[in-house]
DNA sequence: CCTCCACAGGAAGCGCAGGAGT
DNA sequence: ACTCCTGCGCTTCCTGTGGAGG
C-alpha cells in the first residue's frame, strides 16, 4: 500500500483539524459581545456620515483581540456593500510594517491596487492616502495589530490626525491595538489623547468562559463524543490558572488531539490534555526564545547554566533556595560563553538592558536585593523550568550554527 | 561616622546602515 | 549618483543607593 494511502486511512478524532489552530476565525465570539457593541457603536457614525472615533484597544494576549477586531470590520464592510456606504477597511499587523512609512504605505497598496508605491517618498504616500479618502468622500478605518510595534508611532497617529482637517467630506479612523497595558502611558500626551477617544479593554478569559469557548470549537472540529468532557475542562483550567488565554487553551486541544490519534485512541481524555500541556509549553518557550537577539540568547544561556549547575543558597538564611543568581555572577558566566563561541560581548550596561528585556516576555524573574547581601544587586531567577528553557535554547543556538 | 562594595540606571556620544533630499 | 540626515545598537562615563565593614 502507498504510504500516504495508508496515512489518509488512519483513523482520527478530528473532524476538521483546521477549526482548531489558532488561525482559524470563528463565526460566534463568545462573552465579547459588549466590546462588540461598543466597537460598533462608534463605527457605526461612519454609516451616518460622520467621521468615528479613534478607539484604542488593549488586553494581553489571546484575548480575543485581533478576531474581535476583524469581525468587527467584516460585519461593516457586508453591510457597507449592501447599502452603498463608503467605507474602506485596513487590517495591519505593525509588527510587519514597523514605521508610519510602512503603514502608509500598506494602506496605498489597498487603496491603489494597480500601482506599486515602493520607493516613493514618505510624504507622496502620504499625500496619496489623504487623496483617495478626500476624492472618494469615503471614511477610512485603519486598524494597527500590535501598534506598539510602530516606532515613529507619534508621527503616524499626528499625520493621520491631521489629515482629517485636509479633507472635507470623510476622514480617517484608527483602530490602534495592543497587549502592553504599560504602553499607553509611554505615549505623547497628545498621541494619546487623540489616539485614546474611546478604550477598550479586553480582560483574559476565566475557566468557564475558556471552557464554553472550548465547547464551541471542540463541536465543529472533533467527531462526536471524540473529546471527554473532563479533558475539556482539565483544558480550560490550565489555559485559565497560566494565562486566561484562549489561544494556548485551544492549542492544547490541538496536540491532545494529535496525541490521541499517535496512539490510534478514537477518543481525547484527560491523560492527553496532560502531555499536550507540556509540548505546549515548551512551544511558547521555544517560540519566545527564538525571535529574541542573539546576545539576549546567550544572557539566557548563561542564567540557565548556572541554575542548572549551582546550588542557589541564600546566604542571610544559609538555606538551600531555589536557584537564585547574582547579577554579577551572570555577567561573567555570560562573558565567558560569548567568548567561548566568538560573539562579541556587550558592555555590563548594555547587559543590564538585556536582563529587563527578558523579565518584560517573563523569562526570567528579577528581585531586589535586600538585607543580607553586600551592597546593591539584583537576584536574577528564571520564569520557566531551566531545563525546558536549555532544552529550547540549545536547539535555537544549534539551528544558527553557532 | 565614613568608606567601600556591587550594583542600577541616566546622559552623552559614537559608528554604522539605510533612507531622504538634491 | 551624490551627500546629508536620522535612528539604532552600543559604549563610556557618571551619579545614586543602601548595607557591610572598619
Known amino acids: 500500500m502507498n504510504i500516504f494511502e495508508e496515512a489518509l486511512q488512519k483513523k482520527s478524532v478530528f473532524k476538521n483539524r483546521d477549526l482548531v489552530t489558532p488561525h482559524y476565525m470563528p463565526d460566534k465570539l463568545p462573552f465579547r459581545e459588549n466590546q462588540i457593541k461598543q466597537m460598533t457603536n462608534v463605527l457605526a457614525l461612519a454609516l451616518k456620515g460622520s467621521k468615528p472615533d479613534n478607539i484604542f484597544i488593549y488586553g494581553r494576549t489571546g ?3 485581533t478576531v474581535t477586531t476583524k469581525f468587527v470590520l467584516n460585519q461593516l464592510n457586508e453591510f457597507a456593500s449592501k447599502t452603498n456606504a463608503k467605507i474602506v477597511t ?3 499587523n505593525c509588527r510587519n510594517h514597523p514605521t508610519k512609512y510602512k503603514v502608509l504605505l500598506k494602506c496605498c497598496s489597498q487603496y491603489y491596487p494597480e500601482h506599486n508605491f515602493i520607493g516613493y517618498s514618505a510624504g507622496f504616500v502620504y499625500e496619496k492616502v489623504v487623496s483617495y479618502v478626500e476624492k472618494n468622500e469615503c471614511f477610512a478605518i485603519i486598524a494597527s495589530d ?18 482629517n482637517d485636509e479633507i472635507s467630506k470623510g476622514g480617517i479612523s484608527i483602530i490602534g491595538i495592543s497587549n502592553n497595558v504599560l504602553f499607553k502611558d509611554r505615549l505623547d500626551a497628545r498621541t494619546k489623547s487623540s489616539l485614546c477617544q474611546q478604550e477598550l479593554v479586553f480582560p483574559p478569559y476565566n475557566a468557564y468562559e475558556l471552557k464554553e469557548i472550548l465547547k464551541q470549537r471542540v463541536e465543529l472540529a472533533f467527531n462526536e463524543n471524540a473529546v471527554q468532557e473532563s479533558a475539556i475542562n482539565l ?7 497560566e494565562s486566561g488565554d484562549a489561544r494556548t487553551a485551544v492549542m492544547l486541544l490541538l496536540r491532545a488531539g494529535e496525541i490521541a490519534d499517535q496512539k490510534g485512541l478514537s477518543v481525547v481524555t484527560d ?3 496532560e502531555e499536550a500541556r507540556k509540548k505546549v509549553e515548551e512551544e511558547i518557550i521555544l517560540n519566545m ?3 529574541l537577539p542573539i546576545q539576549e540568547q546567550l544572557v539566557l544561556l548563561a542564567i540557565t547554566k548556572l541554575s542548572l549547575n549551582k546550588r542557589g543558597i541564600n546566604k542571610l538564611t544559609g538555606m538551600q533556595e531555589e536557584n537564585v543568581l547574582y547579577s554579577g555572577e551572570v555577567y561573567e558566566e555570560y562573558c565567558r560563553i560569548a567568548r567561548s563561541l566568538k560573539e562579541n560581548v556587550v558592555s555590563a550596561r548594555w547587559y543590564r538592558e538585556y536582563i529587563h528585556e527578558l523579565e518584560t516576555y517573563g523569562l526570567i524573574v528579577t528581585t531586589a536585593s535586600g538585607a543580607g547581601q553586600r551592597g546593591q544587586t539584583t537576584f536574577i531567577k528564571l520564569g520557566y523550568e531551566a531545563q525546558k528553557i536549555y532544552s529550547s535554547l540549545s536547539k535555537i543556538l544549534q539551528a544558527e550554527n553557532i
Open 235 to 241: 483544558a480550560a483550567a490550565i489555559a485559565a490558572k
Open 90 to 92: 485596513t487590517y495591519i
Open 146 to 163: 500590535e501598534i506598539d510595534t510602530v516606532k515613529d508611532l507619534d508621527d503616524l497617529i499626528y499625520a493621520l490626525t491631521r489629515s
Open 271 to 273: 491523560k492527553e490534555v
Open 63 to 65: 484575548t480575543g483581540k
Open 289 to 291: 526564545i527564538s525571535t
